[in-house]
Structures are given as C-alpha cells and as structure tokens.
C-alpha cells in the first residue's frame, strides 16, 4: 500500500485530553484552546463530551462550550455523546457532528460504561436513529483495539466484529482506539488488515495513546496500509480513568511532523500547533508531552 497524499486529524485533546484533570479547567480556558487549535488550520475538533457530570466533573460545562464557540467556517465542532440524553442536550447546541464508543473487550466494557459489548451495541441503535432524523453525523469509537488493561490482547477478529456492527448502524466512521497505548506496529497491522475486510479503508481513523512510546510507529504501521484520519491530543494531553497507567493521545504536533517529513498534507501549521501545546500545558500546569513541541519551545 501507498501512503495517502492527504491526512486529516481529528483534535480529540480539548475532549479526551482534559477530561481527566484533577482541577477544574475554565470554560474561557475550553474556548480558547478551540479556537487556537481551528486557527492552526485543526478542521475536525471533538470539542465536549456530554456525559454525566457525576461521572466526569471535568465535562459539567459541555453546553457553555458548544454554545459559545467561535465557529469557523470549513472546521467541523463535534460532540460524544454516549447515550440517547447525551444526544439530546447536544442537539439543543446545534452540535454538527456526534460520536459514539464501544469497545472490542468485555471487561473494559464493563468497567468503562457498565455493560456487555452487544448491550452498548443496542444502547447506540436509539443514538444513531435520532441522529439521523437530526441530520447529524455520528462516528464511532471501538477502545481497546490492541490490548485490554483487564483482558490483555486483544483478537483482530473481535475488534473487526465490533467496528462491523457500528458501521453497519450508521456510523459514516470508525476510530480504531489503543487506549493503554501497548500496540506495537505489526499488530496494529494486523488489526488493520482484520477490520478492513468489512470496512474500506477510507472509513477507519487511528487512534493511538503513546503509553509505551509506540504510538507514531503504529501511526506509521498503518498509514501504510491507507488509513488517512488520526485523533491526536496536542501536547499529548489526556488518558484514561479506567485504563490505570495509560497515558495522554499521541501529541498532535508529533503527528503532524511526522506527516510533513513523508510529504503528506494535513493543511495544519505546525509552529502555531506547537504554540498552542505551549499555551494549554502551561495553562493548566501538566508537563507538554509532545517531543516536537518541546523542541520547538527551545529554539
């Protein structure tokens, strides 16, 4: 396979990198970070979560945010929206674009929203259905795709049942996620070549945590194989409070250096990607785990 000519990322940091913060983060903090990352030339950023707030205090402000976003034109706000409630209080946001998450492991699924995998597969039928008389996208989330915390590996075959059965529902994409980051290149190959046996190609995106340092090779691994989207978090941000020990997304910044040296276009401008790294980390007082980020800080 050939590298594709043009890979577009998905910015999943304002989301999936501070849901996780010990301290509360600011709405105009929130705010910012969105629009500096849409002023970097980031066309798809998953902006809120609408979970319950009990659950993820760090998320409370999930209608503030949608409904006081500085849009621009050409960049799509998303939402995840794990339940039909969720859903609901999106749609009164003008949210664009939702998203769903299952998992390819029983027992992450268990922990995470406290259910089966085919009973998490049933909740998102009503999600997908009323979605879909909104007129509004819904992608989907698989996590767990290259090992589980509680189940450890994890087959290609299950992750490719899973990521089916949300594409056959409606989801127009699926995000393959390595939540605890243990995905090494030729499994996440291999995965690859599982899924997109029922999938094509051009309606899966990578998703890759940097727990073991492996993230960019596995990104590597599978941009050869033609996936063309990547969720990143920039500088890093993020993890998982069911998956202990997982560390943030792969750094939007490393991504996107790694893309310019392979000649692949992402429309992104990396020095002001890398301000904003510096910006929100400072910000918020956590440590900027994008090499490149760091790197340029120091010039």
């Known amino acids: 396979m050939a590298f594709p000519k043009h890979v577009r990322l998905v910015e999943v940091g304002p989301r999936d990198g501070l849901q996780n913060e010990p301290e509360p983060i600011s709405t105009t903090t929130k705010l910012e970070l969105i629009e500096r990352l849409g002023a970097a030339g980031i066309t798809y950023i998953e902006a809120a979560s609408f979970v319950s707030p009990k659950w993820v205090p760090q998320m409370a402000d999930h209608q503030q945010v ?15 929206t794990p339940n039909l409630k969720g859903l609901e209080g999106a749609l009164e946001c003008g949210v664009e674009e939702v998203a769903v998450f299952g998992a390819a492991s029983e027992a992450f699924s268990q922990k995470n929203i406290n259910c089966s995998v085919a009973e998490s597969l049933a909740r998102f039928e009503p999600v997908l259905e009323r979605a879909q008389q909104a007129g509004v996208r819904v992608r989907g989330y698989v996590s767990c795709v290259l090992g589980c915390p509680y189940e450890g590996e994890i087959a290609p075959a299950k992750v490719a049942e899973v990521a089916k059965a ?11 996620g390595d939540t605890i980051g243990t995905g090494t ?13 029922d999938i ?3 309606k ?23 996936i063309a989207v990547v969720d990143s978090s920039v500088a890093g941000l993020g993890g998982c409070p069911y998956a202990k020990g997982a560390s943030g997304n792969v750094a939007s910044e490393d991504v ?18 890398a301000a904003t790294g510096t910006w929100i980390t400072q910000t918020i007082g956590r440590p900027n785990r994008s090499k490149v980020g760091v790197a340029l800080a120091a010039k």
């Open 166 to 176: 949300l594409y056959e529902m409606g989801c127009y994409e699926v995000s393959l």
């Open 256 to 273: 996107v250096y790694l893309l310019n040296g392979l000649d692949i276009e992402s429309g992104i401008d990396l020095d002001a990607l």
């Open 200 to 202: 094509p190609m051009d």
């Open 185 to 197: 290149p030729l499994k996440a190959k291999r995965m690859i070549e599982a899924v997109s046996r």
């Open 66 to 80: 949608m409904k006081n976003l500085a849009r621009r034109d050409g960049v799509t706000y998303a939402a995840l």
């Open 204 to 226: 899966l995106a990578a998703h890759f945590h940097d727990t073991y340092g492996q993230a960019l090779a596995n990104l590597y691994a599978v941009l050869e194989e033609g």
